[in-house]
């Protein structure tokens, strides 16, 4: 989960339970997946500074995100 999760909020809980039961999921915060990489001895980069892909691309990745949110909300 992200800082942005709320533990108290019930539509954070249910969104994180269907996250953890379709992706097997332990309950780790990704600054805990982060850290355990790093004390395993990894180095952890973007894909940004790995130069795989150019400066902005994990911030136009919200675009289609974005889309597929309103696909779900229309179609409630």
Request: neutral net charge.
């Amino acid at each position: 989960m992200t800082d942005k999760y709320d533990p108290g909020n019930a539509r954070h809980q249910s969104i994180k339970a269907e996250i953890e039961l379709g992706n097997g999921l332990p309950d780790r915060t990704t600054r805990q997946c982060i850290q355990a990489l790093k004390d395993a001895g990894f180095e952890v980069k973007t894909l940004e500074c790995l130069h795989v892909a150019p400066d902005g691309s994990l911030r136009i990745t919200k675009f289609p995100e974005t889309a597929a949110d309103g696909l779900v909300k229309g179609a409630k």
